[in-house]
């Protein structure tokens, strides 16, 4: 009896703790069972942590559970994640530079901030999203997801272009002290290019999304009047080139009429709505001034000149980036600036990394071009998300990106991840692709 008496507790214990047990792991069994929605859902922090180092690193915490996870599904379901294809080698070998460079330095959270932003979390995203995004549900809650963002975006873009600022949110949008271009359409990301070229890109989804039925009439209505208001509102030259560059490209030579057909009601839609908003405010002044405004272009001459010459003195090697911004600052006396910098990612490598680590970078847009040509198969005919229309969509997707690339450096973590993510997703339907074929000759 006195034997029983001991082992009742005993299991009764062994029990609780098993509860206890099963009960911790369920939530990380529900991540497991949806892991494109804790993808998006890192994407969704990341979209409201902007690049300043002053900022929680909320993203960087989302960041590493989204790899526990997708580890933990792979290894407990036996699927392999695969660091092979397009885009992965260069991409690597330019964090490794990055994290050498890092390294080399006294530790600065900003500088390891701009390396996750523009190396390491594009890497990583493109490496998951090729495992994540695998079946066409998955695809679109990523699709719904774009035009969520595009929506959020547009109505915080025409509430700061009409003054209704008091509707913005998150109020640190509207913090002068944080950031820059306080006075233009920033929104989430402080920095107004950022701003439009996040527009331009989900504006070109959505505009996909369109041709395939998949976005309610209204919804579209509102969406083509609403877009050319929010870039223009972020008063950016290079975002009103790049939007303006894609919508005739794809309104002259896309090979979908729908398309075609979506631009021209677009420029329409957009100029009629800019018409009656010039006629109720002041907005034109503004945007006069901005276009006529000389200023920040000299200013970029004076940082390109200067830029040319630190990269004719060290070629190969480059300068590494806290020789290079002390450097830049002693070259450039006709401006009063605490930093200056490139505002060319290309130049920037030029100058950081020398001709390695451009070569690295070309590598890296040849492998996303390369990403748009998919094998034959009827994944690339069928009318869901990656189609075979997409796959025409992607390079101007790409030259998007590069034009804006020309202007400013790439530093934005949102942007580089939408860009990435997609790119993840072409070269996983790619592989799938590959290994059915590879399958069905054998």
Request: proline fraction near 4%.
């Amino acid at each position: 009896m006195g034997a029983f008496e001991q082992a009742a507790p005993r299991v009764w214990t062994d029990e609780v703790l098993g509860r206890a047990v099963l009960g911790a792991f369920r939530p990380l069994h529900a991540l497991m069972a949806a892991p494109a929605l804790l993808f998006l859902f890192t994407m969704a922090v990341m979209l409201f942590r902007p690049a300043d180092y002053r900022f929680h690193s909320y993203d960087r915490y989302a960041f590493v559970l989204l790899i526990f996870v997708v580890l933990l599904r792979s290894w407990t379901m036996r699927i392999p994640i695969r660091m092979t294809g397009p885009v992965i080698w260069p991409m690597f070998a330019l964090l490794l530079l990055a994290l050498y460079d890092a390294l080399s330095q006294p530790y600065d959270s900003e500088t390891w901030g701009v390396l996750a932003a523009k190396w390491l979390v594009p890497l990583g995203l493109y490496v998951l999203a090729g495992h994540i995004f695998e079946d066409a549900r998955s695809r679109r809650q990523f699709e719904v997801f774009a035009l969520l963002v595009l929506g959020y975006l547009c109505v915080i873009a025409i509430l700061f272009m009409v003054g209704a600022t008091s509707f913005i949110f998150p109020r640190y949008i509207l913090d002068e002290g944080l950031g820059i271009h306080a006075d233009r359409a920033r929104g989430p990301f402080l920095q107004a290019v950022a701003n439009g070229l996040a527009l331009n890109i989900l504006g070109l989804i959505a505009m996909d999304s369109l041709r395939r039925n998949r976005l309610p009439k209204v919804l579209a209505v509102l969406l083509l009047t609403a877009l050319p208001l929010a870039v223009v509102a972020t008063k950016t030259r290079a975002v009103w080139l790049s939007f303006a560059g894609s919508i005739l490209w794809l309104m002259f030579f896309s090979t979908s009429r729908c398309l075609r057909r979506t631009c021209l009601c677009l420029v329409l839609g957009g100029g009629l709505g800019l018409t009656l908003l010039f006629g109720f405010g002041d907005s034109h002044l503004s945007l006069r001034e901005r276009l006529e405004a000389s200023g920040p272009v000299t200013f970029r001459m004076a940082v390109y000149e200067a830029g040319w010459e630190m990269f004719q003195q060290k070629p190969v090697s480059g300068w590494g980036s806290l020789a290079m911004q002390a450097e830049l600052t002693s070259r450039i006396s006709d401006f009063h600036q605490e930093q200056f910098y490139f505002h060319n990612t290309y130049l920037e490598i030029l100058v950081q990394y020398g001709v390695i680590g451009l070569a690295l970078y070309g590598w890296v847009v040849v492998d996303l071009f390369r990403l748009s040509k998919g094998r034959p198969g009827t994944r690339l005919s069928d009318s869901n998300f990656l189609d075979a229309q997409f796959r025409l969509l992607w390079p101007l997707l790409v030259v998007v990106y590069l034009v804006n690339g020309s202007f400013v450096v790439m530093n934005y973590q949102f942007v580089n991840s939408i860009l990435f993510t997609l790119a993840g997703m072409l070269a996983g339907q790619n592989r799938k692709d590959q290994e059915e074929m590879d399958a069905l000759s054998n």
